[in-house]
């Protein structure tokens, strides 16, 4: 089971980096960081797939997506300057509450 768990977030780690490179891909006129779109987001549908065989399909995708969206909004705001106000920062606290309620009740 805590290899699934690994590779969940091995999944969540690389959807990440391929969202990041998709920011700078700029509509994918750029070589590199569309290649790295695609590598890691196979990386991540790859891990994550795996993942599933153990962790029940809403328990990983709540995780996956939650923890993707507040890495995804934090990374942002450091490299690319992207705003983090109040309200976004509520609904990022809902969302991580969100996935810890399910969490504490699926089993």
Same mark, same amino acid.
């Given at each position: ?36 779109v695609?590598?890691?987001?196979? +990386? *991540?549908?790859?891990c994550? &797939? ?6 029940? @399909?809403?328990? =990983?995708?709540? /995780?996956?997506? $939650?923890?993707?969206? +507040? *890495?995804?909004?934090?990374? &942002? ?6 705003? @983090?106000?109040? =309200?976004?920062? /509520?609904?990022? $606290? ?13 089993s």
């Amino acid at each position: 089971m805590l290899k699934s768990w690994i590779l969940l977030y091995v999944a969540i780690f690389s959807e990440v980096c391929g969202t990041m490179c998709l920011k700078t891909a700029d509509g994918f006129s750029r070589l590199l960081p569309s290649a790295g779109v695609v590598s890691f987001y196979a +990386v *991540s549908f790859f891990c994550m &797939s795996r993942a599933m065989r153990q962790i029940d @399909v809403g328990v =990983a995708y709540a /995780i996956w997506s $939650a923890v993707g969206i +507040v *890495s995804i909004a934090l990374i &942002s705001a450091v490299l690319f300057g992207e705003s @983090v106000t109040m =309200a976004k920062g /509520i609904a990022y $606290a809902m969302i991580i509450g969100g996935v810890l309620l399910l969490n504490l009740v699926a089993s």
